[in-house]
């Protein structure tokens, strides 16, 4: 069982960073692959961004492509989402999840193939 828990999260004016972070309570973090998704209200949950159990490998949705940088540290047990020129629409409840792959590069852009998740943080941009 893998426990994610976030932070970072809260709120800023458009145009303004953040940087979340998720830990992991695993001593084989680097077994898991790692993505980052979000839930606007009234919205389906929608993918932000994944990278590989390497970091050598990351993907990202149009919308924050560009302006969002997913990234790890495995000696640390922790993912990252550093989001820059942020929008009102970014407004959402961020999570991170973890995947257990035996592939190296793989990365994941949907929820169907995370096995664990974290609670949730709420991210709000205001104009």
């Known amino acids: 069982q893998v426990q994610l828990v976030e932070s970072g999260g809260g709120l800023v004016q458009a145009g303004g960073s953040l940087r979340l972070s998720c830990a992991a309570s695993?001593?084989?973090?680097?077994?898991?692959?790692m993505g980052w998704f979000r839930q606007a209200p009234g919205k389906e949950r929608e993918f932000v961004a994944a990278?590989?159990?390497?970091?050598?490998?990351?993907v990202y949705a149009d919308s924050v492509k560009g302006r969002f940088t997913i990234s790890r540290d495995n000696a640390k047990n922790t993912v990252y989402l550093q989001m820059n020129s942020l929008k009102p629409e970014d407004t959402a409840v961020y999570y991170c999840?973890?995947?257990?792959?035996?592939?190296?590069?793989?990365?994941?852009?949907?929820?169907?193939?995370?096995?664990?998740w974290g609670q949730g943080l709420q991210v709000t941009v205001s104009s």
């Open positions: 999840a973890a995947a257990f792959t035996t592939k190296l590069s793989v990365t994941y852009g949907s929820g169907r193939d995370y096995a664990y």
């Open positions: 990278i590989s159990r390497s970091g050598g490998s990351t």
């Open positions: 695993t001593r084989t973090f680097s077994l898991y692959a």
